[in-house]
């Protein structure tokens, strides 16, 4: 019994002094000092998306005023993804209705560490479509090695006077 005792505040004791002293990990954090510290990391990557929300705040070009819900513009989507030096981006814009014209602009960004921001490396192309309610468009280009890289896409959409824009980023990939 006096053992079982022991062996309790023994127990009891290391519970304490762990709770007191936490044991810090001895794994080696990643400390890449040229990893992104701005946008989302792709789970794999070498590929990655990004889209823009419909409850994104969409500006107004009329009036130059935010605003929550959009008449027209429905969705965005923007990817990316690489294959030895060579970077694919593609984006889509989508409206509710036909609309008089509608675009989406593709731009390569390659993150700049010592700055800590993403540079615009090249307008991968400018897409636009009249009279309909779809727009796609792709590009690739090629790119130096050993850097993070993401794609911008503007969508847009215009009916009549009402223009409605927003903007997607995908999640960043790694140029090996």
């Known amino acids: 019994m006096k053992r079982f005792r022991s062996l309790i505040v023994l127990v009891a004791s290391i519970l304490m002094i762990s709770l007191i002293f936490p044991v810090t990990s001895l794994a080696a954090e990643n400390t890449d000092p040229l990893k992104p510290t701005i946008g989302e990391p792709s789970p794999d990557l070498m590929n990655g998306e990004g889209s ?5 705040p969409l500006i107004s070009l009329t009036s130059m005023q935010p605003f929550m819900s959009n008449q027209y ?4 989507i923007s990817v990316i ?3 030895g030096d060579t970077v694919r981006v593609s984006g889509n814009t ?4 036909t609309v008089n014209s509608m675009g989406v602009v593709l731009y390569l960004q ?4 010592p700055s800590g921001r993403w540079l615009e490396e090249i307008k991968v192309g400018d897409f636009t479509q009249n009279n309909t309610s779809f727009v796609a ?12 890289y ?6 847009w959409v215009n009916k009549g006077t009402i223009v409605e824009q ?4 995908t999640s960043y990939i790694y140029v090996k």
């Open 52 to 56: 823009i929300s419909s409850n994104e």
């Open 73 to 76: 513009l429905r969705s965005g």
């Open 81 to 83: 993804g690489a294959s």
């Open 94 to 97: 989508s409206a509710y209705f």
């Open 110 to 113: 390659r993150w700049d560490a």
């Open 137 to 148: 468009g792709a590009g690739s280009a090629k790119v130096p090695k050993g850097y993070y």
């Open 150 to 155: 993401r794609a911008r896409a503007h969508h």
């Open 166 to 169: 927003a903007t997607s980023y």
